[in-house]
């Protein structure tokens, strides 16, 4: 099979890549990004996904009308002075061939080429690359699954953030009735000031719904911390949310103290487990761990949980990909990868580069049909396990997308600690996931998703001060952070040696702090 896809992200002109077989030819999109059509207000970016997809269009209808027989040219790489073109001999079967001919780019317009498509000038086949022999079927299958991939490499055009915000916003309506209406926590304060974990004990809550629930408290600016470290409510919280003030609204909050989501919030504080932890047939949605029963243990459910954290990820990969460098690394581990759709996007960048996706079974089914569908199959490999029980891949670059938050500050530090065992001195680590505050104050949409995370998983959002602190324990120093959508961060810790201490915590310039 072939693969022709663009990479915005490609030195200068060289973002054309062509995968043929077991081997990658990189290409030349200066002119494809040229086009008597213009549309007004479109970027570079756009126009040459744009040219492309009509060029293979175009190369589908070649090949179509071919009588057998015939030799027919398809252009891939315009260059100055010598052009790419595919040799696609066609007779019960289609041969082909990549090579170059004496043509210059600038005479091969891309929208109209087909006077060069049964012959172009002095072709000369690429003398290291083995012609392919497919079916008219499986070239136009290896065509068109080209032209379904334009744009995926991409950022989206519009940001999806708020909708993210809104889909999340819920959670403010069941945490804000829970702590007025079944804790009592401003009249509590109010009373009697208390720390963060004083407060958790009197409330009978573990350190990590305490932290879920004051959090978001004091990102919606109702709760204070004062130099002793003790928790006020704000005036805010004092005038309306403590019963018997004059301009208390408790009681209108109370009207939806007992409703379904805010009954199970409660439950689920109160309990400190996950949705569904108990239940031995459904099991948990996202918690995989020995013990534990679980929906992505299950093939219809994994798959359908897979493909919905795949929405995001489609919208955030390419972003991420976009803001990391892996040119010398040379095979990177997406542990706990999911659907591998981050991989992916940082393999389509990096065409030298190779990935292993790792993790349950049921779950890489869907990461195989991803790297089959955007062209990368080649260069990544599914490795079913455990990520705490059963040995790592042999790798020179860790990612840990999305993973960290689901689990509790124990797991995290013995999943990182894994990184450092498996790295050599200097490899990258990166972890990319949402950021709170380091004072653990919000940002609220942020501490929104953490009541999210805490309701649906053993973990919830940690501020960089936290993955700094786990990740000098482990053996690693933090070199840059840097947004990348969605309110994800991507913090990339570098393993230290051995012998070397931990160097001072860098200087937090701008993009190294949050943007939620």
Same mark, same amino acid.
């Given at each position: ?140 299958? #290896? ?26 916003? #819920? ?87 007992? #409703? ?133 891949? %042999? ?41 709170? #505050? %380091? ?78």
């Amino acid at each position: 099979m072939f693969r022709l896809t663009f990479d915005e992200y490609g030195r200068g002109q060289r973002d054309l890549l062509l995968t043929f077989g077991p081997h990658r030819l990189v290409a030349d999109s200066y002119y494809f990004a040229i086009d008597r059509d213009d549309v007004a207000g479109e970027t570079n970016t756009a126009r040459v996904e744009r040219v492309l997809r009509v060029t293979l269009q175009q190369w589908r209808s070649v090949i179509e009308k071919a009588d057998r027989g015939l030799t027919v040219y398809l252009p891939y790489d315009l260059s100055d002075e010598h052009t790419g073109w595919l040799r696609c001999a066609v007779e019960d079967e289609c041969a082909l061939q990549p090579g170059w001919a004496k043509v210059e780019g600038y005479k091969v317009w891309p929208n109209n080429w087909q006077k060069w498509e049964a012959f172009v000038p002095k072709f000369e086949p690429l003398a290291d690359v083995e012609p392919l022999v497919m079916s008219k079927e499986q070239v136009f299958a #290896s065509i068109d699954a080209s032209i379904d991939g334009l744009g995926d490499a991409a950022p989206p055009p519009t940001d999806p953030t708020p909708l993210f915000e809104h889909f999340r916003g #819920s959670y403010a309506t069941e945490l804000l009735t829970a702590a007025v209406c079944h804790f009592h926590v401003f009249r509590r304060l109010d009373e009697f000031p208390q720390t963060q974990g004083e407060l958790s004990r009197t409330l009978d809550l573990t350190d990590r719904a305490g932290h879920v629930l004051i959090t978001a408290l004091r990102a919606m600016d109702l709760l204070d911390v004062d130099g002793d470290g003790l928790l006020h409510p704000t005036a805010v919280a004092k005038n309306h949310l403590i019963p018997g003030g004059r301009f208390d609204i408790s009681g209108y909050l109370g009207l939806a103290a007992e #409703s379904p989501g805010v009954t199970t919030m409660v439950e689920r504080l109160r309990s400190g487990k996950p949705a569904n932890s108990d239940e031995p047939e459904t099991g948990t949605a996202f918690v995989m761990r020995e013990g534990v029963a679980s929906a992505m243990d299950q093939d219809e459910s994994a798959r359908r949980l897979t493909l919905s954290l795949a929405g995001r990820a489609r919208n955030v990969a390419p972003a991420l990909a976009g803001r990391v460098n892996l040119s010398s690394s040379k095979r990177l581990l997406d542990v706990a990868g999911g659907s591998g759709l981050y991989s992916i996007a940082i393999l389509r960048r990096f065409p030298d580069l190779r990935a292993v996706v790792f993790d349950r079974e049921p779950v890489l089914k869907v990461a195989r049909e991803f790297a089959e569908k955007y062209g990368v199959a080649d260069r990544l490999e599914c490795v079913a396990g455990d990520m705490f029980r059963d040995p790592w891949p %042999d790798c020179d670059a860790i990612l840990l997308s999305n993973v960290l938050h689901d689990w509790d500050v124990p797991e995290c530090r013995e999943l990182l600690q894994k990184c450092a065992e498996q790295l050599p001195e200097n490899a990258p680590l990166l972890i990319h996931d949402v950021l709170l #505050s %380091d004072a653990l104050d919000g940002p609220l949409p942020i501490a929104l998703y953490s009541a999210a995370l805490f309701t649906l998983t053993e973990g919830r959002a940690y501020s960089r001060a936290e993955y700094e602190e786990w990740l000098n324990e482990a053996g690693f120093h933090v070199v840059s952070c840097q947004p990348t959508l969605v309110h994800c961060q991507v913090l990339e810790a570098r393993r230290r040696s051995p012998s070397k201490s931990p160097p001072a915590t860098a200087e937090r310039g701008p993009s190294q702090t949050s943007t939620a």
